[in-house]
C-alpha cells in the first residue's frame, strides 16, 4: 500500500515495486489524477481513494495490506506540523487496527540536542508516532534528494543557472549530505524484507558531504556554467533567502520556507546501519556529480518520471466545472460565472492542431502577449503564488494531474475514440480532443481554461473557453479590471494556435532545441532560432 503514489517518491516508487512483482494499491484523494499514467493498467495494480486525515477511508484501504509506504507531507499548507501529526496518528491507528505488519516512512536527517526548524521537527515527530505505533516501522532518514524535478533538486538549479554573482547566506556554509534518487528508492524497496522485530530509524546519505555552496559549484561545473561568484552576507535570514528563492526560481515561498529553514542545520548522516540489513546498489551509491547529469540529462531528454509540483493541486480534477449546470437548473444556479468563449477554423488536421494546443506553455509559451502573462506570473510570485516558471514535466505531452506553469491539468483527452474521461465531460463530439486546465495562481475565484479540437471537412475547428467564478465582490472586480486585455491574451491566443498549427502542416515540426553544448549544439540551436523567428513573422508574434 502506496499514500502519496501521485507525488514525487511514490509516484517513482510505485512503478518500481510493481515491476519487482508486488501487488501495488495505490492510496490518493483523487483517482482520477492516476488514471493517464500508464503502470497503473498494469495487472497488480488498483488505485482507491483514501485521504490521510479520513479515518474511515484509512481503515478500508489497509485491509489486507502487508506493507504501508507512507510518503505524504503536507509542506505548503498553512500550519503543516499539526496536519502532519494528525494524518500519523490516523494511519498508525488504521494500520494497527488491519494487521499490517510494517510501516516504511521517509524523513530527515536531523542532528541531535539542538531546537530543529518546524519542517525538520515535523518530519521527525512523524516517524516518531509511527515507531511507537505497535507495527514495526522503518524510518529511512535522508537530506537532500538529487533527482530531476524534484523540489531540492530545481531550487540548486535555478540558483546556480540563474545567478553568476550570488549573494550567499551563512547557511550556505552548513554540511550537507545529498543523495541520489535513485539510491533512495532503491533502498525504499528493499526495506520491504527487513526482519519483523526491526523497528528503528536509518540514516541514508550519498558518498558525497558538501556544503551547499560547494554543491552550486559542483553543479555549474556539471553543467559547463562559468565559475560563480559568491558573496557572503550575513544579514540573510532563511526567511529572507525565502523571498530570493520565491523569485528567482519555480520553487514557491510557501514550499521554499521550510526547505531553507532545514538548511540551518548541518545534515549528515550519523551511522549507515543500514548496510547491515540491505546491500549498497550493485554500482554503489552515486556521487553527486554523477546524479546531477544524470538528473540534467532526463531534464534535456524529456524523461521527468514526476516533479514535485505534481502533488500540490488544490482541487480534485474530478470535480465538475461551476459552469457546468444541469438543463434544469434555473438561470441563477451555480452563481455568477463569467466566460470568454472563442473558436475558429484551421487548415489543418485534427492530428497537428492537437499537438500545438498540448505543447502549450512552459519554453514554448502561451501564443498571446507574452508581457502580459510574464507580468501577472511575476505577481503571482511577490504574493505567494506558484507563478509561470514551474514549466511542464515533459515538452510535448500531458496526462491528467500534470503541472503546466499556474495551472493544473485536469482533463486532457488525447484519444478520443473510447476515451476515458470524467463525468464533468458530457459533450464531446466524435474525434475531439480536450484539454482543460485548472488554475492555481492566486486570484479572488475559481477559473478554469478549456481547449478543444473537433474534426471538420478539410481541416479542424478550435475551440476556446475561459470561465472564472469569482468569490465576493474582488472577484467582479478583478473580472472586469482584466476584461480588456482578454482581446490581447485570449484572442491572441485563438489567432496563433490556429496560424502555428496551419504553418507547422506546411513546413513541418520545427526542430526541437538542442541539448548539449560545443559547435554542432550551437549551430543546431542557430538553426532552430531561424526557424523560429520565420515561423513568428508568419503569424504576427
Not at 114 to 136: D, Q
Request: glycine share 10%; charged share 25%.
Amino acid at each position: 500500500m502506496v499514500t502519496g503514489a501521485t507525488g514525487y517518491i511514490g509516484g517513482r516508487l510505485a512503478p518500481r515495486l510493481v515491476a519487482e512483482g508486488h501487488t501495488v494499491r495505490c492510496v490518493v484523494r483523487t483517482p482520477a489524477k492516476m488514471k493517464d499514467i500508464p503502470w497503473t493498467q498494469e495487472d497488480g495494480v488498483e488505485v482507491v481513494a483514501g485521504d490521510v486525515l479520513d479515518p474511515e477511508s484509512m481503515r478500508a484501504a489497509c485491509e489486507d495490506a502487508e506493507v504501508l509506504y507512507y510518503l505524504v507531507h503536507s509542506l505548503s499548507e498553512s500550519g503543516f506540523a499539526e496536519v502532519d501529526r494528525r494524518a500519523a496518528l490516523i494511519t498508525a491507528e488504521a494500520a494497527r487496527s488491519a494487521g499490517v505488519r510494517r510501516i516504511i516512512y521517509l524523513g530527515g536527517i536531523h542532528p541531535e540536542g539542538v531546537e530543529l526548524s518546524e519542517h525538520l521537527s515535523s518530519r521527525t515527530e512523524v516517524g516518531e508516532i509511527f515507531l511507537r505505533s505497535g507495527v514495526p516501522t522503518a524510518v529511512l532518514q535522508a537530506a537532500v534528494i538529487l533527482g530531476s524535478g524534484s523540489a531540492s533538486f530545481e531550487m540548486l538549479r535555478y540558483l546556480t543557472e540563474r545567478l553568476p554573482v550570488m549573494l550567499t547566506p551563512s547557511w550556505v556554509h552548513h554540511r550537507v549530505q545529498p543523495i541520489a534518487i535513485r539510491d533512495v528508492l532503491h533502498y525504499l524497496t528493499r526495506v520491504v524484507d527487513l526482519p519483523a522485530d526491526v523497528n528503528r530509524t536509518f540514516d541514508i546519505g550519498g558518498p558525497d558531504v558538501l556544503t551547499y555552496l560547494e554543491m552550486m559549484e559542483g553543479f555549474a561545473e556539471v553543467e559547463g556554467l562559468p565559475r560563480r561568484t559568491m558573496l557572503p552576507v550575513p544579514v540573510l535570514t532563511p526567511r529572507l533567502s525565502s523571498h530570493w528563492v520565491n523569485l528567482v526560481t519555480p520553487v514557491p515561498r510557501s514550499t521554499a520556507v521550510p526547505l531553507i529553514d532545514s538548511l540551518v542545520h548541518e545534515v549528515v548522516a550519523t551511522e549507515h546501519d543500514i548496510d547491515t540489513y540491505v546491500d549498497p546498489p550493485e554500482a554503489g551509491l552515486t556521487g553527486f556529480r554523477t546524479a546531477v547529469d544524470l538528473a540534467l540529462t532526463r531534464i534535456r531528454e524529456g524523461r521527468v518520471e514526476t516533479r514535485w509540483s505534481g502533488a500540490n493541486a488544490r482541487y480534485a480534477p474530478s470535480d465538475p466545472m461551476p459552469s457546468d449546470l444541469l438543463p434544469s437548473d434555473p438561470d441563477w444556479a451555480g452563481g455568477t460565472v463569467y466566460t470568454d468563449v472563442r473558436e475558429r477554423e484551421a487548415a489543418a488536421s485534427p492530428e497537428t492542431l492537437w499537438r500545438v494546443v498540448a505543447g502549450i506553455g512552459g519554453d514554448r509559451g502561451w501564443y498571446s502577449f507574452p508581457v502580459g502573462w510574464w507580468a501577472r506570473g511575476v505577481l503571482d510570485r511577490l504574493v505567494g503564488g506558484v507563478g509561470l516558471r514551474r514549466g511542464r514535466r515533459n515538452a510535448d505531452t500531458l496526462q491528467v494531474g500534470d503541472a503546466l506553469d499556474w495551472w493544473r491539468v485536469e482533463e486532457c483527452v488525447e484519444s478520443p475514440a473510447g476515451a476515458d474521461v470524467s463525468a464533468s465531460v458530457t459533450d464531446l463530439e466524435d474525434g475531439e480532443y480536450l484539454l482543460r486546465l485548472r488554475a492555481e495562481m492566486k486570484a479572488p475565484g475559481l477559473a478554469w481554461l478549456e481547449l478543444r479540437v473537433a474534426p471538420r471537412p478539410g481541416g479542424a475547428l478550435y475551440r476556446q473557453r475561459a470561465v472564472f467564478l469569482p468569490r465576493g465582490l474582488a472577484g467582479h472586480a478583478y473580472w472586469w479590471v482584466i476584461a480588456p486585455f482578454h482581446v490581447l491574451v485570449f484572442g491572441g491566443m485563438e489567432r496563433r494556435i490556429v496560424a502555428a498549427a496551419e504553418l507547422e502542416e506546411q513546413r513541418g515540426p520545427l526542430a526541437e532545441p538542442a541539448s548539449g553544448r560545443g559547435p554542432v549544439a550551437a549551430w543546431r540551436r542557430r538553426r532552430r532560432e531561424r526557424a523560429l523567428r520565420d515561423a513568428h513573422g508568419a503569424f504576427g508574434l
